[in-house]
């Protein structure tokens, strides 16, 4: 049987968060806390143009599941009030709930050590980095909603997404990239939410990919976290 120790309530994981994030001068922007999943997210003060006035903000993005708390660098993008989730960003970090290390030195330290270690200005910039890129890519759409088809992103959504990019000029990578996270913007599934943001964060890192590979089906390797499962062992306290 699992300590409190190994298993926080929800409500420590998230006055941990929100005193890591205060500590940086940031803001919690997102929370949705149930018996069966728990999303955050915050927005920081540093931001940066990637474009003349297209201003993202860094961030953090977590989430919890049955056996871990999930921290990932997390960008906002003002113009749009977009968010995307960088699952693929070197600073990611999963803390284990169970392991010898975090049994040892608690939740607590590790949990506030990822939200540091994603809150560092490499990790924004990496992702700086990556928008930067896609913005000089072309786009080989339909490989690309195959792909995400095959990640279990519904139709309706993907229709939505296609329609979005279509209906702009920018027919970059950055321009799909923000097709994907403006339809994310606008989900009230927490779930959907999250994994249309870090599919549009994906995208980016997939983009990196030389053009043989996303011809020849790498698609099918878009990085993509998978929904929270339904049976939780985080208690929401009283």
């Known amino acids: 049987m699992k300590s409190q120790t190994t ?7 998230l006055e941990s968060f929100t ?37 993202i903000q860094h961030g953090i993005a977590v989430r919890t599941t049955n056996t871990s708390i999930i921290v990932h660098p997390y960008t ?91 209906g702009t000029k920018d027919r970059s990578g950055y321009g799909l990239f923000n097709a994907i996270t403006s339809t994310a913007r606008d989900e009230k599934n927490p779930e959907e939410k999250w994994r249309l943001e870090s599919v549009g964060g994906g995208i980016l890192a997939w983009l990196k990919k030389p053009d043989q590979e996303i011809a020849s089906g790498y698609t099918a390797q878009i990085p993509v976290e998978k929904p929270a499962e339904k049976e939780h062992r985080f208690a929401v306290a009283e």
């Open 7 to 13: 298993f926080p309530d929800t409500t420590t994981i």
């Open 19 to 55: 005193d890591e994030i205060r500590e940086l001068n940031g803001t919690v922007s997102y929370n949705y806390i149930t018996r069966e999943a728990m999303f955050l997210r915050a927005n920081l003060p540093d931001c940066r143009e990637v474009a003349k006035n297209d201003r």
């Open 76 to 166: 906002f993008r003002e113009i749009c009030t977009n968010g995307a989730i960088h699952i693929e960003n070197i600073s990611s970090k999963e803390v284990e709930l169970g392991s010898s290390d975090v049994e040892t030195a608690g939740v607590d330290y590790f949990f506030r050590e990822a939200v540091r270690s994603c809150a560092t200005a490499e990790a924004f910039e990496a992702n700086l980095a990556e928008m930067t890129a896609a913005m000089d890519e072309k786009i080989h759409l339909a490989i690309v909603m195959s792909a995400m088809a095959g990640h279990g992103v519904n139709s309706r959504v993907i229709d939505r997404i296609i329609a979005r990019f279509i």
